[in-house]
């Protein structure tokens, strides 16, 4: 049974020059952490709202196990809703802001309960405490004790770490997803930072201007990216064309892999950290480094090559220096790009196939 199944939902506003939500489909399975990453502005925030009730899309229906809630108030959808902005009630004790929302349990059993959540999200000293009086890690921590109050199905969450400077925001994501997991809770959570999507998310959609771009767990958007956007959202990445034949490409780095198999004229993506410098002259793959960037666990360069600007990874223990001739090889396969609606750039008609 799915917990959620979103089916090809549309919201349209005034205004815009393509839906602000865009016949976007996508299933939530049962104990699972989903994301729904884009950039700001390409429709996170709606999808949310549509499936919370707060906004009825134009076309397309809302599933929560297996029963459709399109026509049923917020209220009676059984989702929790954390915002970024905590938006707890300033003048009502923690312990108040949390048995707020608990109209499920008879009243003799709400504070403690509502105890209980506060000492499940980390809180222990601070149930009498105003909301100002505490941290904005704290306060969000009681936002989603709030919301867990309701005893929801689905978590819904809005960019909730991202007020929170970046010492608690790691703490915070990494203390709120070992909640959810030991509770065996569902959520959303929306956000337009990659790393935080990659780290605390099962699954995730990548968003495009309204559109999902690609549905998978992190290691597979990330090494797999299905098109250019979703390549570059995720990381850094080398994009170059090829003529492909089956699981190989000519290419400007030569003759390359590539995954999936494909024919005729592709555009290719290559993670800087598949890309291998090695020293000296290396003839055809010779490539001279024009910028070094030292980052701790290691170094990100910028290589040219054959009037292209490559950027290439290496681990701490290789240096290079700008100026410096090196060797360039893969050693992964190069990825095939398609565009949004699943084809090639010779499907396109980009080049004979
Ligand atoms: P995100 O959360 O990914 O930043 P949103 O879902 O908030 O994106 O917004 C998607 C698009 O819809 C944006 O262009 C935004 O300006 C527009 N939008 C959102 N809500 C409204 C509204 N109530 N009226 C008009 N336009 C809106
Ligand atoms: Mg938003």
């Known amino acids: 049974m799915h917990v959620l199944e979103v089916k090809g939902v549309t919201r349209l506003f005034a205004g815009l020059t393509h839906p602000a939500v865009d016949s976007v489909s996508f299933r939530v399975e049962p104990g699972e952490i989903f994301g729904l990453l884009g950039p700001s502005g390409c429709g996170k925030t709606t999808t949310l709202r549509v499936i919370a009730g707060f906004e009825s899309p134009d076309s397309g229906t809302v599933l929560i196990r297996e029963r459709e809630v399109i026509s049923l108030p917020p209220e009676r959808r059984n989702v929790g809703f954390v915002f970024q902005d905590y938006a707890l009630f300033p003048h009502l004790s923690v312990i108040r802001n949390v048995m707020f929302a608990m109209k499920g349990t008879p009243s003799r059993l709400r504070e403690k309960r509502a105890a209980e959540l506060l000492r499940m999200v980390g809180l222990t000293t601070v149930d009498h405490r105003m909301p100002h009086e505490l941290s904005g890690g704290q306060q969000q921590r009681v936002a989603i ?61 990548v968003m495009n201007a309204g559109r999902i771009e690609q549905v998978g767990t992190p290691e597979e958007v990330y090494h797999y990216p299905r098109t250019a956007f979703v390549a570059q959202f995720l990381g850094r990445a080398n994009l170059f064309e090829g003529e492909a034949d089956g699981g190989v490409a000519h290419t400007t780095l030569g003759r390359l892999p590539i995954r999936p198999e494909a024919h005729g004229q592709v555009l290719l993506s290559l993670r800087p950290e598949h890309l291998v410098l090695a020293e000296g002259s290396g003839g055809e793959h010779e490539g001279e480094v024009v910028a070094r960037e030292f980052r701790g666990h290691d170094l990100t360069y910028r290589v040219r090559y054959h009037d292209r600007s490559l950027i290439a990874h290496t681990e701490y223990t290789h240096s290079f220096y700008p100026g410096q001739r090196v060797r360039l090889t893969t050693r992964e396969p190069a990825v095939v790009l398609r565009d949004p609606n699943g084809r090639t750039a010779s499907d396109r008609g980009g080049a004979h196939g």
Do not use: W, Y
Request: a negative charge; glycine letters at 4%.
């Open 145 to 205: 004790a709030r919301a867990l109050g309701a005893d929801p199905q689905l978590l819904l969450m809005d960019e909730p770490f991202s007020n929170l400077d970046v010492a608690l925001r790691d703490a915070t994501r990494r203390e709120v997803r070992a909640l959810l997991k030991e509770q065996g809770l569902n959520a959303i959570l929306v956000t337009h930072d990659q790393e935080e999507a990659l780290s605390f998310c099962d699954r995730l959609a």
